[in-house]
């Protein structure tokens, strides 16, 4: 079983704009408060993974947990992966909103989770929890995307969803940084519960509208049983992903239980991600699949590297949380830019374009964050380094949305942001699986890691060169 078939790429005709769509625009009364709904989503999820970025030091030192650093990120990636699956299987056969609302709810208790564990083994269930019902959550909003907007306005819809990002992402860091400071990072947690809470009560107010967009849509390509078969890869591919991260976020270098398990975990993600994604994925071929491996690589690159930007400003360069949450802060605002640039009209028919220019400009900023660190620099150009990170993220990962929608039926919009979501997870887990094995295995101590932080995202910047290739191969 695979994601669906592609259908011929028509770039340049069915996303030009019509007239009549230039006049609607995203925040149109018709679709004013259906897209309020969606941004109060997205900037719950956003708002807490950047407050946990940055209170993250504070708990792994406090649950005595530093040397597992990463498994605190990637555990909620882990099980996001199974959400993603069980949401494109769901949404398929019932519509986005049954998603929408368990992952809500998931995603509540597992932050109050998280804010009252006393131990590092309560605190990774909360943000398994939390991870599943982000996956529900992030493929029901596709599909909504997919089915509620005209085909001409999902490039400003994605540009908005970016820039609902910019917010979190401005005052995440340095609130969670007080929170942290002031009381405890335990209710940086507990604070994301209450936004939770407003996004259901306005996603109710919707759900005529959002379930009316499913009137006149065909059945699913997919059968019941390929429906059956892609949940139970998802299973194993978030019980191998969880492997994986168990067997490398204490990593040493000998061979262990702990070695075998990653290996196992490996073998698993190799059997079942190509069952799960676009046939001919993994060899860039044109067209969907191409789209999925660069999602995969953006995420991968990206997210391996910031996860332990964090960690090196505190530890290794003695900034405070308020200053590295800071830099993070300035940083994004890059992303936003660059998904602002791909909703222009211009880059009709020219979408794959932008995906190679993102790849080069995240090349380009992972290079000088290498250097900064290499050559000692001054700590805040780093954040000139994740502007010129974040503005390719921004110009790749939203215009590889779009080109998902358009190179699929609305009728498998549930299966394709399924796998555009799981290759972007699935990135995620392994490019800070990887960074984490690596960290475990050489960390010393506070101040020798330079060299290790450097290994790593060389590693990564290769990583995210290949994106150029990749943009060029998706228009067919």
């Not at 809470?197 to 049983?225: P, T, Y």
């Not at 975990?265 to 060899?283: D, K, M, N, S």
């Not at 800070?432 to 890691?449: E, N």
Request: glycine residues 12%.
């Amino acid at each position: 079983m695979t994601a669906s078939t592609p259908q011929p790429a028509r770039e340049g005709v069915s996303d030009e704009p019509s007239a009549g769509a230039e006049r609607i625009g995203v925040f149109h009364p018709r679709f004013l408060l259906l897209s309020v709904s969606l941004v109060a989503l997205i900037t719950v999820i956003a708002f807490e993974g950047m407050a946990v970025s940055t209170a993250m030091p504070d708990a792994a030192r406090d649950l005595d947990a530093v040397r597992s650093y990463g498994l605190a990120f990637s555990v909620m990636l882990t099980t996001q992966l199974l959400g993603i699956v069980l949401a494109g299987v769901w949404c398929d056969r019932s519509g986005p909103l049954p998603s929408l609302f368990a992952g809500q709810l998931l995603f509540a208790a597992g932050c109050g989770v998280c804010g009252g564990s006393q131990s590092f083994g309560p605190f990774l269930a909360g943000r398994g929890v939390a991870g599943l019902g982000a996956g529900l959550i992030i493929v029901a909003g596709y599909v909504v995307i997919g089915r509620a907007y005209p085909e001409s306005l999902r490039p400003k819809v994605f540009s908005v969803i970016s820039a609902a990002w910019v917010l979190p992402s401005l005052l995440g860091p340095p609130i969670a940084a007080w929170v942290a400071t002031t009381w405890s990072w335990r209710w940086v947690f507990w604070l994301v519960v209450v936004p939770v809470v407003a996004a259901v009560v306005l996603v109710l107010a919707r759900r005529a509208q959002i379930a009316a967009a499913d009137e006149g849509i065909e059945e699913s390509s997919r059968d019941h049983r390929e429906h059956a078969r892609a949940a139970w890869f998802g299973v194993l591919i978030a019980a191998s992903a969880g492997a994986l991260q168990w067997g490398t976020h204490d990593l040493e270098a000998t061979w262990s239980t702990k070695t075998v398990t990653a290996v196992i975990g490996i073998l698993g993600i190799a059997v079942a991600a190509p069952l799960l994604l676009p046939h001919g994925t993994w060899l860039m071929r044109r067209g969907l699949p191409s789209v999925m491996l660069a999602r995969f690589l953006l995420t991968c690159s990206f997210f391996g590297t910031i996860t332990y930007i964090p960690l090196m400003l505190v530890n290794e360069r003695g900034q405070s949380l308020a200053t590295a949450g800071t830099i993070l802060a300035v940083g994004s605002l890059g992303w936003s830019t660059g998904s602002w640039i791909q909703g222009r009209d211009r880059w009709a028919g020219r979408r794959h374009q932008l995906v190679s220019v993102g790849g080069v400009l995240l090349t380009a900023g992972l290079l000088g964050i290498v250097a900064v660190a290499h050559f000692d620099w001054h700590p805040w150009l780093i954040a000139v380094a994740l502007v010129a990170c974040g503005t390719g993220m921004g110009l790749g990962t939203a215009s590889l949305s779009v080109l998902s929608l358009t190179l699929t039926s609305p009728a498998d919009h549930g299966t394709t942001s399924s796998s555009l979501q799981l290759a972007d997870v699935l990135g995620s887990v392994l490019g800070i699986a990887a960074a984490g094995a690596v960290f475990a295995a050489l960390h010393t101590t506070a101040g020798r890691d330079v060299p290790v932080f450097v290994g790593i995202w060389l590693g990564l910047s290769a990583v995210a060169a290949l994106v150029v290739v990749a943009g060029r191969r998706i228009r067919t």
